[in-house]
């Protein structure tokens, strides 16, 4: 399975990202190996995923959700958790 996702980093901005194995991608952003943007910003809290078959599928969407502005992003976390209580 392949995996679009947000995080919410300390500083309260957003971090979108793709993997293929989130658990252990969650691991390496929670312990500062995520990547440049997140190190800075711990801690980090996942707050959207989407699923997908492929990789192509999950990087094409997650290209689509870095062009949304900060209100469509929330709109979108929103609508997820509606979705799934």
């Not at 711990?42 to 192509?56: D, M, N, Q, S």
């Not at 209100?71 to 209580?85: D, G, P, V």
Request: net charge positive; charged share 35%.
């Amino acid at each position: 399975m392949n995996y679009t996702y947000i995080l919410r980093c300390g500083d309260g901005s957003y971090y979108t990202g793709w993997t293929n194995n989130l658990e252990r991608r969650l691991r390496a952003h929670s312990e500062g190996r995520g990547g440049k943007y997140t190190r800075s910003r711990l801690p980090v809290e996942l707050i959207y995923r989407e699923e997908f078959a492929t990789k192509e599928e999950a990087m094409r969407r997650e290209w689509e959700i870095k062009q949304l502005t900060r209100a469509q992003k929330e709109e979108l976390i929103n609508s997820h958790f509606i979705l799934t209580r």
